[in-house]
């Protein structure tokens, strides 16, 4: 069986191979489009494929008595309206600037749209789409997306399998032809209980014939644990929040990855391919071959014989 495969900005991704990095810097500039910038150089500098944004203004996005959903504790904002309005200055110029930026450094740009002005001037400026999971449900939403033809990653937080199937019936039929479903837990953070990373062989199970991904919202440890082992399970595209610097207060800093971080699991897996190997077939090695010959039981003469005998 052939595994799924899609292509994305500057690389084709197969199940089987090295996952595809996406920095999610959000709105970790704070409005701020010198560190925007800034972020986008640090993620290209810890090795990820894509940098990428939120595109959103909170009029169109949260009503104004919209409650919150995250942990309170580590952003006190009570009031989602509140929250978007802090963050939703950049505009058109903005985002241009920045896929510009992406450009010169050598990093793919994306931005997730949340509302249908932003998908089209959006448009021209992102090899392919995000949509998040708040919008799976958002039916005129995704075929606007899905018609412009762009290979579409959709995030399943907080969704049933049948809502779902409902989102991907959606985005083929209005025109999506390459599409990636990306697990995701709507806690932020996500304690590691209830990462459920075995979901995502329920989501191998439900389409054999798309590639898979994870975006994360868990604490990174040393290790980056959450995302090495969604990979091992199938996630052939990575998501993970992006900043500068953990240990700033509120948004989404407090739960994403640094550069640092960002590096050690680049380089794991580049460890973990060279464990893993070129194939699944298995035979032995070329360097095998004088195991082969030396260390296997032989028979052997225990006395002289006569030829012939």
Known sequence: MTMPSITLGQRHITTGGKPYVIAEIGVNHGGSLDLAKRLIELAKEGGADAAKFQTYKAATLASRHSPSYWDTSKEPTRSQFELFQKYDGFGEAEYTALARHCEI?????????????????????MPFYKIASA???????????????KPVLLSTGASTLGEID????????????DLVVLHCVLNYPTPNAQAH???LQGLQRAYPDLVLGYSDHTLPDEAMTALTTAHLLGAAVIEKHFTHDKTLPGNDHYHAMDVHDLRRFVQRMDLVHELLGAGSCKQ??????????????????ARDVAAGQ
């Open 197 to 199: 990373l075995r979901m």
């Open 284 to 301: 032995p090695t070329p360097t095998e071959a004088p195991a082969r010959a030396n260390a296997r039981r032989s028979i052997v003469l």
């Open 166 to 177: 409902g989102a991907v019936h959606t985005l083929r039929a209005a025109g999506c032809r």
């Open 135 to 149: 919008d799976l449900t958002n039916t005129p939403f995704l075929r606007q997306v899905a018609a412009k033809g």
């Open 105 to 125: 450094v050598g990093i793919d740009f994306v931005s997730t749209p949340f509302d249908a002005a932003a998908v089209d001037f959006l448009d021209p400026l």
